[in-house]
């Protein structure tokens, strides 16, 4: 099902998606927030740019955006997938539980932040570009990757990443040379068997992108995990 939504507000867009037939495609969106907020089972490609909050608390569904998308893509998502054909703003996957995001280009700031996992959802965000300031702050499980393939001469990750992290898992696509991470969380160029890891989510963005997995592949990567499940233990409890 085909839909106009130039001049429609996000109740009369989620309306719809609760209406049809399970696979829509919503032309000329203009910013409108929380398109398919909590929903699952349908399928939903977007053309234009979507507002905040698209995908917020998305139980299944699979999302597909041919352009940019704007803050918390994906806000407390549980399951699910979200596929964005361009650029994300900030806080895309925020407190993010389940399922998975794919960013062909950048993220903006603090993406990842608080995301968790829960028994066996362990939610996924992969970068195809680089981040801004502030990449997995306070993160409590999952995994965020960043594969650093915009061609500009910006460091793969702003500054502050993994401030607070106390679980989950980053993958970086490079050496991290100039990246200054926080004294609670480890560093460490990958191993084999974390590059068979990575290979997983390189091939899974190349499928959705187009892009040749065997060029992403060489490359340095970096792997970060936090030493500690509560870092400020000891700003509140006596030592």
């Not at 040379?177 to 609670?184: I, K, W």
């Amino acid at each position: 099902m085909i839909i106009n939504v130039s001049d429609y507000a996000y109740k009369d867009i989620n309306e719809a998606l609760r209406q049809g037939d399970g696979e829509y495609r919503l032309t000329d969106c203009l910013g409108q927030r929380f398109i398919a907020a909590g929903m699952s089972g349908i399928d939903v490609e977007i053309d234009g740019v979507p507002g905040n909050a698209l995908g917020a608390y998305l139980n299944g569904a699979r999302i597909t955006v041919n352009g940019n998308a704007q803050d918390a893509v994906g806000d407390t998502m549980n399951g699910g997938e979200i596929i964005v054909r361009g650029n994300v703003g900030d806080a895309a996957g925020y407190a993010m539980r389940g399922g998975r995001i794919f960013v062909e280009g950048d993220a903006g700031y603090r993406a990842g932040i608080h995301m968790k996992a829960y028994r066996d959802k362990i939610p996924v965000i992969v970068i195809g570009g680089k981040s801004g300031s502030f990449l997995g702050e306070y993160q409590a499980g999952g995994v965020i990757v960043v594969l650093g393939l915009t061609d500009d001469d910006r460091r793969i990750v702003g500054n502050f990443p993994c401030t607070g992290m106390h679980g989950g898992k980053m993958i970086l696509r490079s050496d991290c040379r100039g990246v200054v991470f926080p004294g609670q969380v480890t560093a460490r160029a990958a191993t084999p068997e974390d590059m068979e890891e990575i290979k997983q989510y390189v091939s899974e963005y190349c499928e959705l992108f187009g892009a040749n997995p065997d060029e992403i592949m060489d490359s340095p990567f970096t792997v970060v995990t936090p030493d500690s499940k509560n870092p400020y233990k000891q700003l509140y409890v006596a030592n």
